[in-house]
């Protein structure tokens, strides 16, 4: 099984589990965001986790191609 699928699956049961008790999604990608940046945190500078999550911002369009990518 791969990271993504472990991620995955865990993410679902993370928002079924939310969901459940009447939490809204938002707050639990919140929650599981802010988990994730003191979890990168540990091993990594904040310049690099800055950078990490605005390249992410930067292509979460969906119908957008990434910069890099050519047509």
Do not use: W
Not at 46 to 56: G, N, P
Not at 58 to 63: R, V
Request: net charge negative; aromatic share 8%.
């Amino acid at each position: 099984m791969s990271a993504t699928e472990i991620a995955a699956r865990h993410f679902s049961a993370a928002i079924a589990e939310a969901e459940g008790a009447g939490h809204a999604t938002d707050s639990v990608c919140r929650a599981l965001l802010s988990l994730l940046v003191t979890k990168y945190l540990e091993s990594r500078s904040v310049a690099d986790v800055q950078s990490e999550l605005r390249f992410i911002a930067d292509n979460c369009d969906p119908d957008t191609d990434f910069i890099f990518m050519r047509p």
